[in-house]
Structures are given as C-alpha cells and as structure tokens.
C-alpha cells in the first residue's frame, strides 16, 4: 500500500510539474528594460510602474491572444553597456516578445544593435533627437518637430515673448548634442546670428550649476533671451534650484526644458520656477474623459501597491503616456497578427491607432514607426503642474530625418528591410 502511495506521490508530482510547466508555456514574456537605479532613476522608475500596471490591466481583461503577458524587469542602473548585455539576456535567455524601454538615447543606441541583431522589438517612449530609423524599433516618444522645433517658435513669438539670444544647455551625450545641432541650424535659417547662440553641456549627474546659471544672466544681458534646456535626469533638480537662488525668474529669461515634466518636478520647490516651460505630447492637467480615467487607474494602483511617492501624490507625465500607448499598440498589433512573431508584429502596427490621455487618437504612421502626436507646451505652475498655454489643433507627423541638417531630403522615411 505504502508503494502505491508512493507511485501515486510521484504520478501526482509528475502531473505537478507538467501542469507548471504548460502554464509557463501559456504567458508571453515582455521585457521591461529602465534605470531604476542610478542618475535616470528619478525619470524611469515610473516608467516601470506604469509598464506593470497596464500589463496587469491587459492580464485583467484576458491578456493577449489568450495568453496572459509576463513581465521580466531589467534595471539598467543607468549604464548604457550594461544596458545592451541586458538586452541580450532579454532576447536571448529570458526569449521575450517585445521589450519596453530606456530613456536615454544613449541607452537606445547601446541596445539597437542588440535587437537589430536579433530581429527583436523595442518600443521606445521617450522624446529624441531623430536621426534614426529602424526597423526593430517603434518610436512612441517625439521626434525634434514634435517638440524641440514648435518649442523655439514659441518662444521666437509675441506670445513666447519674442526671444532673441538662446541659451542651449544640455547633458552631454548624443540627445542633447544632436538636438542642438538640429535647433542651432533651425535658428540660423531664422537669422540668429552665432554670438546670440550660447551652448553648453554638463556630464550626467552634474549637481554645481552656479557657474553656468551666472553666465546665463550675463549673456542674457545682451538682448531678450531664452534657455532651452535638454539637461537629463536628477541634475534637473540642482539647476532649477540654482535657477532659484539666482533670481532668473522665467519673465526674466524663460527655461523651455524638454525633459522635465511632472515628475521630475516633484523633488522641487515649484513657486519660484513658475512660468517656466515644458514642450511635451501630454501633461496630466489637461481635462478630458480619457484623461480623467487614466489618473485615477494609476492613482489607484499606485496606492495599491504602495508605490514610493506615488501612493502619497500620484503623478503622470508624457513618457509614461507614451509608454501606456506603445503597449496597447503592441497587443493590437499582435492580436491583428495573431503572432508574436516579430515581421508579423511590425507589418500589423502600420496604422494603428489608439486614443491617448492627451486626448487626441494618436496613430502609428503607415511608414516611419514613430506616432502621429499633438504638441503642447505647459507654464509650470506653483502646485508643480502645467498651465497649457499653446498646443497643436491636431496630431503632428514625425520627421525622423529633420530637414534642418544637411542631406536628409535624400533619406528614406521608412525603415531599411534587413
């Protein structure tokens, strides 16, 4: 009797592990690739919680093709080869379907050959400098003319206070370099003369800004001028307090900063940056329905899971927007599909569209892989939201090739079959 019993033991163990085993087979595993740990952890880190909250959403409602969606989260900890040897074990270990992620271009750029490689699928959510197409990643973020470009007309107007100097200060890496470069010949076909152009970089996490913020004012002195900012991560937090300290208050010279939304705002004092400025796709004071209901999701998930920070004072901001809809483009593509496949996927994403928070239906161009998107530009304001003072009537089309550098009309607007 006790044999039986063992031979049942094991049968039933048996039995155990093949029922394991066929619910494992029965998820699609999706990479979650950000810093959360590192300089660009203050941007990313809800980027990831936003990533796991619409996945448990999709799961909640029957996952995709039947299958509910696996997370596998990555922290990169804000280093860029370490960035790519993850990716590797994404694709090529933990074999997920697609992978969500970076920030940085220079994160993007690290990993692009990895997927290239692979013949694997990133969505990226983060504005960009452009100047990139390829046909493993989707773009969800802005391209320069979604952002950067309207940004500095803006400013060039009566309404933006008719700038005249501008100020281009940045991080220093490829984003910002190639960004400016793009923004330095914008301004010279507008007639901005070189010595009205200040430009300057600081290394990732730099924190001692009271030198550049007094030769700010300095140059500032010659003429009305506006600093546009594409200073990355935690060193935001020291500028706009030096910004602060200074007196430079934005009636005085504006910031249009370009990676400072929300979130990034909330480990600042914001009563002396108010009037200051953002260029995003989305800010979470607009008022619409869709809005409305994507705030309180996330407001009730973040107190749910008792998110540091979050769960105190729920924030949203446009990557985690453009994150949100990038994973929802996904699972429409492959139930389109009916494959994970990734040619599959990619052929089944051209056109699809989705209703976003900002509260326009934004769509994934027929070619380019980057989202047709509105462009709103925000006042800060003394509660650490966003007045929208301007904003595009409809979704703008990216151009990935900015017409502003040199030989770009002879490139493609999409991708290279590989």
């Not at 934005?250 to 914001?270: I, K, M, N, Q, Y």
Request: one cysteine or more.
């Amino acid at each position: 009797m006790r044999h039986l019993t063992l031979k049942t033991l094991t049968a039933a163990l048996a039995v155990a592990g093949l029922s394991f085993s066929a619910q494992a087979a029965d998820t699609i595993k999706v990479g979650v690739l950000h810093a959360l740990s590192g300089t660009m952890a203050i941007s990313e880190t809800a980027l990831k919680d936003m990533a796991l909250m619409t996945i448990e959403d999709i799961n909640a409602k029957g996952g995709v093709l039947g299958k509910k969606l696996e997370p596998v989260i990555i922290d990169t900890a804000s280093n860029w080869p370490l960035a790519a040897e993850k990716a590797k074990q994404l694709i090529g270990q933990d074999k997920v379907a697609v992978t969500f992620g970076c920030w940085t271009s220079v994160c993007r750029k690290s990993v692009l050959p990895v997927y290239e490689e692979n013949n694997a699928l990133l969505f990226y959510p983060v504005q960009y400098e452009g100047e990139e197409l390829s046909k493993n990643v989707f773009y969800t973020g802005a391209a320069p003319n979604q952002q950067a470009i309207p940004a500095v007309e803006y400013l060039m107007s009566e309404d933006g206070g008719e700038a005249k100097r501008w100020v281009l200060l940045g991080t220093d890496y490829v984003y910002p370099r190639t960004a400016n470069k793009i923004l330095r010949a914008f301004l010279k076909a507008k007639g901005v003369d070189d010595k009205d152009i200040m430009e300057t970089y600081t290394p990732f996490g730099h924190s001692d800004y009271q030198t550049i913020v007094a030769d700010i004012k300095r140059f500032a002195a010659g003429g009305k001028t506006a600093v546009v900012s594409t200073i990355n991560g935690d060193s935001n937090v020291p500028f706009y307090k030096e910004l602060g300290n200074a007196g430079l208050k934005a009636t005085d010279v504006p910031v249009v900063a370009f990676s400072v939304g929300e979130e990034e705002l909330r480990g600042l004092d914001p009563k002396p940056l108010e009037g200051h400025l953002a260029a995003w796709n989305y800010f979470m004071s607009v008022k619409n329905p869709t809005n409305d209901a994507w705030i309180k999701q996330w407001s009730d998930y973040a107190k749910a899971k008792r998110l540091p920070g979050q769960s105190t004072k729920p924030l949203t901001n446009d990557p985690m927007e453009a994150t949100y809809v990038g994973i929802h483009m996904w699972k429409q593509a492959v139930e389109k599909a009916g494959s994970v496949d990734p040619d599959k996927v990619i052929a089944a994403m051209a056109g699809q569209s989705f209703e976003a928070p900002s509260g326009f239906t934004l769509t994934m161009d027929e070619k380019n892989h980057h989202l047709h998107k509105p462009v709103l530009i925000g006042e800060i304001r003394g509660d650490g939201q966003f007045n929208v003072v301007w904003k595009t009537a409809a979704p703008v089309k990216a151009q990935p090739w900015s017409p502003y550098i040199e030989g770009n009309d002879k490139k493609k607007d999409e991708p290279e079959k590989q």
